[in-house]
């Protein structure tokens, strides 16, 4: 079992940064692939960038390439999402989620492949 903790949400001006934070608890956190998501209202949950067990991979939505950087520190059991150059359209509730499956070759895009999730993190941004 992981439970997960955002933090780091905000009202920010556009071209500001933030950097999202997610604490973990529960041994396994290493073993899983993290990914965070994202909602604005009225939409579908949107993948934004996940980042494997191992760290040597990451995978970004192709509209914040460039501008977010995910990681991770297994030691801390915290996965990270630097947001640079932010934009209005960024605006939503921000979730980072866990895919439970140790060790797992591949990564997902769908929410759907995600066990464990935080509750959010809201980001605003003002034009």
């Known amino acids: 079992q992981v439970q997960l903790v955002e933090s780091g949400g905000g009202l920010v001006q556009a071209g500001d940064s933030l950097r999202l934070s997610c604490a973990a608890s529960?041994?396994?956190?290493?073993?899983?692939?993290m990914g965070w998501f994202r909602q604005a209202p009225g939409k579908e949950r949107e993948f934004v960038a996940a980042?494997?067990?191992?760290?040597?991979?990451?995978y970004y939505l192709d509209s914040v390439k460039g501008r977010f950087t995910i990681s991770r520190d297994n030691a801390k059991n915290t996965v990270y999402l630097q947001m640079n150059s932010l934009k209005p359209e960024d605006t939503a509730v921000y979730s980072c989620?866990?895919?439970?499956?140790?060790?797992?070759?591949?990564?997902?895009?769908?929410?759907?492949?995600?066990?464990?999730w935080g509750q959010g993190t809201q980001v605003t941004v003002s034009s």
């Open positions: 529960g041994r396994t956190f290493s073993n899983y692939n």
């Open positions: 989620a866990a895919d439970g499956v140790p060790f797992r070759p591949y990564y997902s895009r769908s929410p759907s492949e995600y066990k464990y």
């Open positions: 980042i494997n067990w191992g760290s040597s991979r990451t």
